[in-house]
């Protein structure tokens, strides 16, 4: 039994059934080892702290009690308020500035439109952590610091949402553009009628990439923020750690809880991912 696969110059090849056994065999023991510490994560996230310190697994050790006392040490159902009102935020507002930034810079035409966006590309090469400070200082200054404003107004532009956008915008034909205009519809009107409708895998994809990063943003919010309901789950998370002991039952069972927001939105949007990651480019094409 013979499998067909294709080769880099397209030419169809013929894989032993041995071979793609052992393909198969090779795909499953990469997939168990990227699974294995979130089945590890389960796992202590299910059975008390002394349990796991002792290594005993015992059946009788097994119980939710963990996820019911995460609630309660800490006040976790704040940061996960938190979590969502800035990564909702940030993700739906994101996306509409750098989905109408894209625009003009894929089908508009202007004086110095390629020079200003490879100006924004520029801007990519600068460290996040050469920016903190300054970024911290403005927001001071404004008065901000420690509220939404805060966590949410510095991560509404991006220039790889920019980016992505417009790498998309451009394999859309200017004949829709056109045609548009002769009815004399405005640029907006053709952003939000003709463009928008035929981005929804791409927008998918950077929807789905902009809210895994921003629920699991770290640094800035621990740097903005300073009461405990401000906190987001990632810095929530950091009160388990003590400076001599950490309380990896509780722990584990916030780290579970935090990834099941993002893992229901790859599974909703996960067709949609998997077409904006090929259409966009990124795919490796």
């Known amino acids: 039994m013979t499998t067909m696969t ?24 990469f997939s168990t080892l990227m699974l294995a510490p979130f089945g590890v994560m389960v796992l202590v996230s ?42 909702v935020s940030v993700t739906t507002l994101q996306i509409l500035i750098a989905s109408l930034a894209a625009f003009a810079f894929a089908r508009l035409r202007f004086r110095g439109r390629e020079a200003i966006f490879l100006f924004y590309l520029a801007t990519l090469m600068i460290p996040f952590p050469v920016t903190l400070i300054p970024n911290f200082l403005i927001i001071k200054n404004l008065g901000w610091y420690d509220t939404y404003l805060a966590l949410i107004v510095p991560g ?36 939000w009628q003709i463009i928008v409708p035929l981005s929804g895998p791409v927008l998918a994809t950077l929807a789905i990439f902009v809210f895994q990063g921003v629920w699991n943003d770290f640094l800035w919010p621990l740097v903005v923020t300073t009461s405990e309901q401000m906190r987001t789950i990632p810095v929530g998370l950091a009160a388990f750690v003590g400076q001599y002991s950490t309380a990896w039952d509780l722990l584990m069972a916030g780290s579970v809880i935090a990834l099941l927001p993002v893992l229901v939105i790859y599974v909703i949007g996960q067709k949609w991912f998997v077409q904006g990651i090929a259409l966009s480019g990124m795919g490796g094409r």
């Open 6 to 29: 294709a080769t880099p110059s397209g030419s169809p090849t013929r894989m032993s059934l041995p071979a793609r056994i052992g393909l198969h065999a090779l795909l499953l023991s």
């Open 46 to 87: 299910l059975i008390p702290n002394a349990a796991f310190l002792a290594r005993d697994f015992s059946p009788s050790n097994f119980s939710l009690d963990n996820y019911f006392r995460t609630f309660a040490v800490a006040p976790f159902g704040r940061y996960y308020f938190n979590s969502i009102v800035v990564s």
């Open 156 to 191: 509404l532009f991006s220039v790889f949402s920019t980016f992505l956008l417009r790498q998309y915008y451009r394999g859309i034909p200017l004949d829709f553009d056109e045609a548009a205009r002769m009815d004399g519809a405005s640029s907006l009107r053709i952003w």
